[in-house]
């Protein structure tokens, strides 16, 4: 395994000690923990270049404005779209899938079209889908998921068929760390004229995504899972289909010309970014790029999933342990189990009180706590900072725990 401990001096807020004990902090995948880089870029902006974007012509608002799309120019180049003009900056994947689930879908979507998911999404890619649905006519459907965590693509051919409109799908489950087939699956769909979204809510920043390459109209993601601050993520559309939508929120700087009477609209990325937007949560998502970079999105793969494969081989030594999610293969950074002895919430206080940071309940994903009949699983989610020292700490923990619970 590649050894990036030395990273961990960049993160002031891991060397501090949690009812007692050295914190171990196993809750990445809700949200990553933010380098001294990230942080100081925040200070630096307020410190030097606070003003807003796009509007002033003074030095201050010029360099905000070079920063602020400089970001997008990093975070274009860093997913692999064609252009800085296919990145729209949003609060992060849950807006960014409420956009084109109202925009797109308030366009496209008739009676009678069917909307295709997954059994494996998280909340924020049903519930707006289900209202797009009851709003526009349409109905949806699921791919089912197998007992191994993966999808059952058996049927594919009769659920992807031409009455679907939009077809979509996470990347990397938060809940179970599968690793779906999403460029087979957006080249099925393209093939049929189905527009496309992915999830990538626990991929960007954790492996090589290439939006391209997958073939996808829309990708969605959030930059607090990659070391950039809360608040701030991403939508990429494909030019030619953001082309054909119509605004977002309408106000300030998503125009071309307002009259008493009506108004006309700037192409995109403006004309989905009205307001301020969040400058600083900008700057601090460019950083954060920079910051991956130097470390190379290959290698934090490798070691997230050099973590994974070890955590779940020890976990085993568990009695009562059900790992969820594929046992085999390459999976997302992270491990989901349920122990017959304890409740979630209750496992997850246990490690608290020793120091370790876990998360237990039904991560966002009641219909897939549903599938595997469990009130919710416990998660231990890794980034590149995270050792395997940290693991053994955590099995010590865990071994405590069930002889605690039983
Ligand atoms: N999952 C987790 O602990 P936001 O909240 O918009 O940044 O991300 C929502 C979201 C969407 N899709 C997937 C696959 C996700 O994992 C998440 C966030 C966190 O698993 C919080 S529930």
Known sequence: MIDLSHLRADFPILHQQVNGQPLVYFDNAASSQKPRAVIDSLVHYYEHDNANVHRGLHALSNRATDAFESAREKLARFIGAASPEEVIFTRGTTESINLVAN??????????????????????????????????????????????????????????????????????????????????????????????????????????????????????????????????????????????????????????????????YKAAPARFEAGTPDIAGVIGLGAAIDYLETIGIDRIHEHGAALTSYAMQRLTELPGIRILGPATGDRGSLTAFHLASAHPHDLVEFANTHGLALRGGHHCTQPLMKRFQIPGSSRASFYFYNTTAEIDRMMEILHRAVTFFS
């Open 103 to 264: 925009i797109w879908a308030s366009e496209f979507l008739k009676p009678g079209d069917i909307i295709l998911y997954t059994g494996m999404e998280h909340h924020s890619n049903l519930v707006p889908w289900q209202l797009a649905a009851k709003r526009s006519g349409a109905s949806v459907q699921h791919i089912p998921v197998l007992e191994d965590g993966t999808l059952d693509l058996e049927n594919i051919n009769a659920l992807l068929t031409e009455q679907v409109k939009l077809f979509t799908c996470v990347h990397v489950s938060n809940s179970l760390g599968t690793i779906n087939p999403v460029k087979e699956l957006c080249a099925r769909a393209r093939a049929l004229g189905i527009t496309t979204l992915i999830d990538g809510a626990q991929a960007v920043g954790h492996m090589p995504v290439n939006v391209q390459d997958i073939g996808c109209d829309f990708y969605v993601f959030s930059g607090h899972k990659m070391c950039a601050p809360t608040g701030i993520g991403g939508l990429y559309g494909r030019a030619e289909v953001l082309a054909k939508m119509p605004p977002w929120h309408g106000g300030g700087e998503m125009i071309d010309l307002v009259t008493l009477e009506t108004s006309t």
